[in-house]
């Protein structure tokens, strides 16, 4: 298991043990954070939800991460990290206390919605400052263990974030007060981890002096011209195109997967929105788990396959079965495919994020993963909005089932037109 052997390396490093900290400390809050989120705006007893509604949440909670990705790096590569790790949360605890205030005065949705996107754009500062920090804390030859463990440990502790904003839901009460008391507890959560920021040297993360750097006005122009060319660049390289194209095409289906179950669990399972959370949640910690296994199985499955036969294999999975479990519309059936799409979905991810490192430049890397993000989070907003178009209220609609089935089989074999052929190695994710 590659993954907890890593981790233990590179947990020997004090002061990576302590950026570590600090990022589990902020994607737990993160992840009471959007669950207190998706409460309020997808299962608040005061309020009716609809597929356009679904589509709205979640934009907040997503798009902040492709308009303001890019332009990230301009920042903190100017700014001091650790300063950036000490004063995000305290901006981010505040914020949060301001929206918790809006909950529970009832204050129109806008409100609410326009504090949540400052603190979804403090955050997306914070976790960059985190990535650009750990070449610092971390020895050059255990850069790519630290880089391979991070993200999985800060998607499964956001996971176990959920779940705590959903055991504190049963606490403080599904009304506006209770959604109010868990925006705040997110805040003093996250303040933890400017505790932790705090032990660290204000020096140690850099950025280090560069002279020749260019004014933050002309380093924002650079990036827009920069993601073009970065495009120009995916565009001649067939293997890290496709692997774009695939990660794509799951992000998609998902996006349409997700405002389907929530409509479905919201009014045609059941009619008690704090059952439906309840099934909600349930599916949330089967696609988890998914997540986590595929981070263990990828490994062994590009050991014996080659990425560019592994990846239709995953998608073409996704959507046999995907349409299997789904189209009885049976509640049984959702948990299943949840953990199904966690496996596929994450196996999909690690195989794309390889085939780019592997197949572009490394000169062009920087861009192109700022596309992949805008990618990510983007097509997951557009196939809710999409999704929006076609749900009935009640969710049920065989129609968005296979065009989510289709749509991953006409993904998997665009992207096997799309990569050339090659002798079969051993390859690993």
């Given at each position: 298991m590659s993954y907890l052997s890593d981790l233990r390396a590179v947990l020997q490093g004090r002061d990576f043990r302590r950026l570590f900290a600090t990022r589990l400390v902020s994607q737990f809050s993160d992840?009471?954070?959007?669950?207190g989120v998706a409460g309020y705006a997808f299962f608040s007893p005061e309020t009716q939800t609809?597929?356009?509604?679904v589509a709205a949440g979640l934009a907040v909670l997503l798009l902040p991460y492709s308009v303001l990705g890019p332009f990230a790096g301009v920042f903190i590569d100017r700014w001091s990290r650790r300063q950036i790790l000490l004063i995000a949360p305290l901006i981010r605890g505040a914020l949060l206390v301001v929206a918790a205030a809006l909950v529970a005065v009832r204050a129109p949705d806008f409100w609410f919605y326009g504090v949540a996107l400052g603190v979804l754009g403090v955050n997306r500062f914070f976790l960059a400052a985190l990535g650009a920090s750990l070449p610092h804390v971390v020895p050059a030859d255990r850069l790519l263990m630290a880089n391979a463990v991070?993200?999985?440990?800060?998607t499964v502790v956001t996971f176990v974030g959920a779940?705590?904003?959903f055991l504190l839901r049963g606490v403080f009460g599904p009304e506006a007060g209770?959604?109010?008391l868990l925006l705040v507890t997110s805040g003093v959560v996250f303040v933890m981890a400017a505790l932790i920021a705090a032990t660290m040297a204000r020096s140690l993360l850099g950025p280090a002096y560069d002279p020749d750097r260019p004014q933050a006005r002309e380093a924002v122009r650079n990036v827009l011209t920069g993601l073009v060319d970065g495009l120009r660049h995916i565009a001649h390289h067939r293997r890290a195109a496709a692997a774009l194209g695939a990660m794509s095409t799951h992000r998609f289906m998902y996006g349409m997967c997700t405002a389907m179950l929530i409509m479905l669990y919201r009014y045609y399972f059941t009619d008690d929105a704090e059952e439906a959370l309840r099934g909600i949640a349930l599916v949330l910690g089967t696609s988890g788990a998914g997540f986590f296994v595929a981070v263990l199985v990828t490994p062994w499955a590009t050991q014996r396959f080659r990425i560019e036969t592994w990846v239709p294999i995953m998608l073409v999975t996704a959507g046999v079965t995907g349409v299997a479990l789904c189209a009885p519309f049976q509640e049984w059936g959702f948990p299943v495919a949840g953990f199904v799409l966690g496996v596929t979905g994450q196996s999909v991810k690690i195989c794309a994020d390889t085939s780019v490192q592997r197949d572009a430049d490394d000169a062009y890397l920087g861009r192109i993963f700022s596309i992949y993000d805008m990618l990510f989070n983007g097509m997951y907003v557009l196939a809710a909005a999409f999704a929006a178009v076609l749900l009935p209220m009640n969710g049920k609609s065989y129609t968005v089932v296979a065009i989510i089935g289709l749509g991953y089989i006409a993904g998997a074999l665009a992207y096997r037109a799309a990569t050339p052929s090659a002798p079969r190695v051993a390859q690993s994710a």
């Open positions: 992840g009471i954070f959007q669950f609809s597929a356009a509604s991070t993200p999985t440990s800060g779940g705590a904003g209770g959604t109010a």
